[in-house]
């Protein structure tokens, strides 16, 4: 537990808060890109603890929240099938399509199964050759890697029965996305240290160039966070907009370069649509040709929708930074986590369940919403 609580030290985080407030002249509005970092900070009121000034907005780093809805549908379709056992990882389970999610499914007697890895996926269609065993492979950087893997085991076993729903997408491209928009907040980034860990910091610098913006690799914990924070700061004080790695205990600059050639192995670069930004050009992940075989949508012949989200949910809005889940009409009446109207409160790393679980139990409020901030 050592590195733990030295990552939870209070004392050290006071002590960066107080750095912090010593450093910033002036009002800053910082994006955090990752979910599990917007957890941390809601989780630890690190926003709380610093000055003012400076506005957290939180970007849309959860992988679960920004599948997109027609991608919710056509797992809901397979999953129904007689024939089909589909495995996915559980946070998937309780996101709404139009009309049910994949544990109503399940209830009505689909063969829903939650899987630690997509691994155990390609185990169970070697257990069961007379099921088709499809894997609802989403996610960013972090997860393809494995799901690389399990693509490669199944190719190279043969497995007839084993395929690929692929929904991945690529953290870079959405940054630039939000960058490039007419109303872009950001005058700083934290970029999550886990993608970093598999892709490094490279792919970074341009955008921090072309945009000018200060982008620091950072971690999960409080004391991580409140570094990436003063370092970020630091830069937009000097008037620097370069690439940090204030992760170094897991980041290295060229990232882990098996892992990249795993990737390029099994996937290419494709457009891809994501919840509540639209498509995205280059930003995903699909199965290179020698793997089409495995993907789950020609073989069943899925075709795409067009889906309406909710007119309800700011889900959108809430993923680009632009709305904080308090200022959503629905947040804590009509949605909550057990009846959930959108991504962003089912997900375990979604914003709005981040603050429904944690700034609601404290009963504060949101600190400042985006219009009273900074930008
Ligand atoms: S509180 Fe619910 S309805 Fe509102 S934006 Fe969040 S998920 Fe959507």
């Known amino acids: 537990m050592r590195f733990v609580s030295e990552y939870r030290d209070a004392a050290a985080c006071q ?32 926003d709380q603890l610093l000055p003012p000034q400076v506005t957290l907005i939180h970007g849309p780093g959860c992988p679960v929240c ?27 389970l309780r996101v709404p399509g139009c ?72 953290v870079p491209p959405a940054v630039e996305s939000l ?32 945009y000018h913006v200060p982008i620091v690799v950072t971690g999960f914990e409080p004391v991580d966070i409140l570094q ?22 897991s980041v290295r600059p060229e990232g882990n370069q098996p892992a990249q050639e795993l990737i390029r192995e099994v996937f290419e670069v494709v457009p891809r649509k994501w919840r509540g930004l639209g498509e995205i050009p280059r930003s995903g992940l ?14 069943f012949g899925l075709t795409d929708t067009d889906v309406p989200e909710p007119e309800a949910c700011l889900s959108g809005q809430v993923l680009q930074g632009l709305t904080r889940p308090m200022d959503c009409p629905a947040f804590g009446r009509e949605c909550t986590p057990e009846h959930p109207l959108g991504a962003t409160m089912v997900s375990s790393e979604g914003t709005c369940a981040a603050y429904y679980h944690y700034r609601r139990q404290r009963g504060l409020q949101s600190p400042r919403s985006p219009a009273e901030g900074s930008a």
């Open 15 to 46: 002590q960066l808060a107080q750095a912090i407030e010593r450093l910033v002249t002036r009002p800053w509005t910082i994006m955090e890109v990752c979910g599990g970092q917007t957890h941390a900070i809601v989780k630890f009121g690190l």
């Open 66 to 92: 920004v599948t997109p809805l027609e991608m919710i549908e056509k797992a809901l379709q397979l999953a129904a099938r007689p024939e089909v056992t589909f495995c996915s990882f559980g946070d998937m």
């Open 99 to 170: 009309s049910q999610d994949l544990l109503a499914v399940k209830a009505s007697g689909g063969d829903v199964r939650v899987v630690y890895s997509p691994l155990d996926a390609v185990q169970l269609a070697r257990d069961e050759p007379d099921r088709e065993v499809v894997f609802f492979a989403v996610g960013f950087e972090t997860t393809a890697p494995a799901n690389a893997m399990a693509a490669v085991q199944a190719h190279e076993l043969g497995l007839p029965n084993f395929s690929l729903l692929v929904s991945h997408v690529l």
């Open 179 to 210: 960058l490039s928009a007419p109303d872009c907040r950001i005058e700083g980034l934290l970029a999550a240290g886990h993608v970093c860990t598999v892709m490094g910091c490279h792919e970074y610098e341009p955008l921090a160039a072309r």
């Open 228 to 249: 990436g924070v003063h370092a970020c700061l630091r830069q937009l004080e000097e008037g620097r907009a370069e690439v940090e790695n204030a992760y170094a205990r």
């Open 286 to 299: 699909g199965l290179r040709e020698p793997y089409a075989a495995l993907d789950a949508e020609r073989r």
